[in-house]
């Protein structure tokens, strides 16, 4: 499956007291685009019965943003078994394409009626496909 990808432009609210991105902000924009993908994949019937919540996140940062580049997220699930899945994030800036972030991380998938974690199914594996 292709990468699925939005793009963003850095705002004064970003920024931290160095006026370049804060690492936090990073942390939230792995976080919005998996929402965003499974949102745009996943059927109604799907999204009723499940949700995913965030375990572990490792990001290696190589380069700065700064107030007004726009900024290219691209994401991708590596892997999926049992009740884990790792999606893949790279942040990139659009007008130079240098890589600025990149970050692994695992998430579980719960069942909502249940609020416990359960098997990823073929079904929502062969979404990510």
């Given at each position: 499956?292709?990468?699925?990808?939005?793009?963003?432009?850095?705002?004064?609210h970003d920024?931290?007291?160095l006026?370049?991105?804060?690492?936090?902000?990073?942390?939230q924009?792995v976080?919005d685009?998996?929402?965003?993908?499974?949102?745009?994949?996943a059927?109604?019937t799907?999204?009723?019965?499940?949700?995913?919540v965030?375990?572990s996140?490792?990001?290696?940062?190589?380069?700065?943003?700064?107030?007004n580049?726009?900024?290219?997220?691209?994401?991708?699930?590596?892997?999926?078994?049992?009740?884990?899945s790792?999606?893949?994030v790279?942040?990139?800036n659009k007008?130079?394409?240098?890589?600025?972030?990149?970050?692994?991380?695992?998430?579980?998938?719960?069942?909502?009626?249940t609020q416990k974690?359960?098997?990823?199914?073929s079904?929502i594996?062969?979404?990510f496909?």
């Open positions: 499956m292709k990468p699925f990808e939005t793009t963003i432009v850095v705002t004064e920024l931290d007291d006026n370049h991105v804060n690492n936090v902000r990073y942390v924009w976080n685009i998996a929402k965003q993908n499974w949102e745009q994949i059927p109604p799907i999204k009723e019965e499940y949700f995913w965030m375990l996140n490792h990001i290696d940062y190589k380069q700065a943003a700064y107030l580049d726009t900024i290219l997220i691209k994401t991708y699930v590596s892997k999926s078994e049992g009740v884990k790792t999606r893949i790279e942040i990139y007008d130079t394409s240098k890589l600025l972030a990149k970050s692994e991380t695992n998430w579980c998938l719960i069942r909502k009626k974690p359960t098997r990823i199914t079904e594996r062969d979404l496909l």
